[in-house]
T-cell receptor, first 115, second 113 residues
């Protein structure tokens, strides 16, 4: 069973629209960490955010915001006023006690921002 | 700042050939990882290391070997390449383990024909 599900394979929006990328996870641990990474067309993976399971406060960083809800096991990522430079594949990942040092990755959501 | 550097960036191998991918990090990180990325599957951990001289298997270790003789270097070897190993390989490092961010190299695109 998928432990990290990114159900949206590809999203396409017009520049300046808001867009939300969904991430649903599954774990039995009480202590775990969630991550978002960005992979632009150039290929490298760029860290965006880390959240631990005890911190349910939403995070905002410029046009980016993250909504962590333990009740629904979701850690969604919203880009406000999207820009062409936001076009990338975005990955959600989970780190749990049982996985030792492994990050469990979602399949990624390809975001296309049209000018 | 170099960060994590992978060499080579591209390689084409014939089935049965061997090769070594080199990963070097200059951040004095303890933990290093090798992942492979295949379309629609996210990243999968091949092997990892929690310090100099240590290695451990990840999710998909078969067909690969690794070595961490120096803290800054993590080598990934393919002894007898197979077409199923065609993938993009990423090296990463982190200061600590699972609760810290990982820094990634630019990737190596390997094609086995």
């Amino acid at each position: 069973a998928q432990k990290v599900t990114q159900a949206q394979t590809e999203i396409s929006v017009v520049e300046k629209e808001d867009v939300t990328l969904d991430c649903v996870y599954e774990t039995r641990d009480t202590t775990y960490y969630l991550f978002w990474y960005k992979q632009p067309p150039s290929g490298e993976l760029v860290f965006l955010i880390r959240r631990n399971s005890f911190d349910e406060q939403n995070e905002i960083s410029g046009r980016y915001s993250w909504n962590f809800q333990k009740s629904t096991s979701s850690f969604n990522f919203t880009i406000t006023a999207s820009q062409v430079v936001d076009s990338a594949v975005y990955f959600c990942a989970l780190s749990e006690t049982d996985s030792n040092y492994q990050l469990i990755w979602g399949a990624g959501t390809k975001l296309i921002i049209k000018p | 700042n170099a960060g994590v550097t992978q060499t080579p960036k591209f390689r084409v191998l014939k089935t049965g050939q061997s090769m070594t991918l080199l990963c070097a990090q200059d951040m004095n990180h303890e933990y290093m990882y090798w992942y492979r990325q295949d379309p629609g599957m996210g990243l999968r951990l091949i092997h990892y290391s929690v310090g100099e001289g240590t290695t451990a298997k990840g999710e998909v270790p078969d067909g690969y070997n690794v070595s961490r003789l120096k803290k800054q270097n993590f080598l990934l070897g393919l002894e007898s390449a197979a077409p199923s190993q065609t993938s993009v390989y990423f090296c990463a490092s982190s200061f600590r383990g699972r609760n810290t961010e990982a820094f990634f190299g630019q990737g190596t695109r390997l094609t086995v024909v």
